[in-house]
């Protein structure tokens, strides 16, 4: 493929940038106690009132957060789209054919990883990854590869026949300083003009914050950010406050306070 074909970002009119909420750590902290409460759901909804355009989860193999119930009720009551994101497994490939949500992200899983490192490496298992591909779309799911910003990955990923990339941006959003800072977004920015160039659909994912945000969201092919651990830890602070107030309340009002 010839990569000279690259069109820059700045002859582009730019379109409004959808926003995904991962509610996977509301899941975590439900998961740490083995409670009921905070429900994934719930919390989806609220996100989605506040002008969430999709909600992601993450069905992982060992089920630290996210269960397979919770799939199943936020299929039946998210009103925009579950995203679902997922490992190139059998067992996946069946759960999400019997969900059917209306996009599907197919990662990269390691056991022991503390959240998802590093992109799916599409260009080592294109048959594997391309049959995946085949079968989630028979079934009418939107298909989505999270990967590096590398353009050979990008053709990979085409090979495969997704029709939409999930880049990541783990490395942008961990680099120490200024000047890796910047490689690291042109990185993403070339990789994004690629993609769109070859006809995917670029969406990006992964540590953003309200710090870095701003720079991903100037690169315009980029038209979705799947966002989560900065939202859900910025809302602890914001709703910190009513809900000390709240539980105080409650125990005043038993003592007739
Ligand atoms: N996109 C993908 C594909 C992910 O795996 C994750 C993390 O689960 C995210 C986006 C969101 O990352 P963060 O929680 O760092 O915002």
Same mark, same amino acid.
């Given at each position: 493929m010839n990569r000279k074909t690259i069109r820059t970002t700045a002859n582009k009119s730019p379109c409004p940038v959808r926003l995904g909420i991962n509610v996977d750590h509301v899941a %975590?902290?439900? #998961? =740490?106690? &083995?409670t009921k409460y905070p429900d994934p759901v719930e919390w989806a909804l609220i996100a989605e009132r506040a002008g969430a355009d999709s909600i992601t989860i993450h069905l992982r193999e060992d089920?630290?957060? $996210?269960q397979d119930r919770d799939l199943d009720l936020m299929q039946r009551s998210v009103? %925009?789209?579950?995203?679902? +994101?997922?490992?190139?497994t059998e067992?996946? $490939? +069946?759960? =999400?054919?019997? =969900? #059917?949500?209306v996009d599907c992200c197919l990662v990269p899983e390691k056991r022991e990883e503390l959240t998802t490192e590093g992109g799916l490496d599409v260009l080592s298992q294109i048959e594997k990854i391309r049959e995946?591909?085949?079968?989630?779309k028979a079934a009418g799911i939107r298909v989505s590869l999270f990967i590096d910003p590398q353009p050979s990955q990008l053709e990979a990923a085409v090979s495969c026949g997704v029709g939409v990339v999930e880049l990541h941006t783990g490395a942008y959003a961990d680099a120490p300083d200024k000047s890796e800072i910047e490689r690291e977004l042109n990185r993403i920015r070339v990789a994004a003009d690629f993609g769109e160039s070859i006809g995917l659909t $670029?969406? =990006? &994912?992964? &540590?953003?914050?309200?710090?870095?945000?701003k720079p991903i969201v100037a690169i315009t092919p980029i038209v979705e950010l799947n966002i989560g651990h900065a939202i859900i830890a910025r809302a602890l602070f914001d709703g910190l406050s009513k809900s000390v107030s709240d539980m105080k309340k409650l125990m005043q009002e038993e003592r007739g306070f």
């Open positions: %975590t902290v439900r #998961q =740490a106690r &083995g089920r630290r957060h $996210i009103k %925009t789209r579950v995203n679902l +994101e997922m490992a190139v067992e996946m $490939i +069946e759960i =999400a054919i019997a =969900a #059917q949500p995946a591909v085949v079968r989630l $670029i969406h =990006a &994912g992964h &540590g953003l914050n309200y710090h870095n945000v």
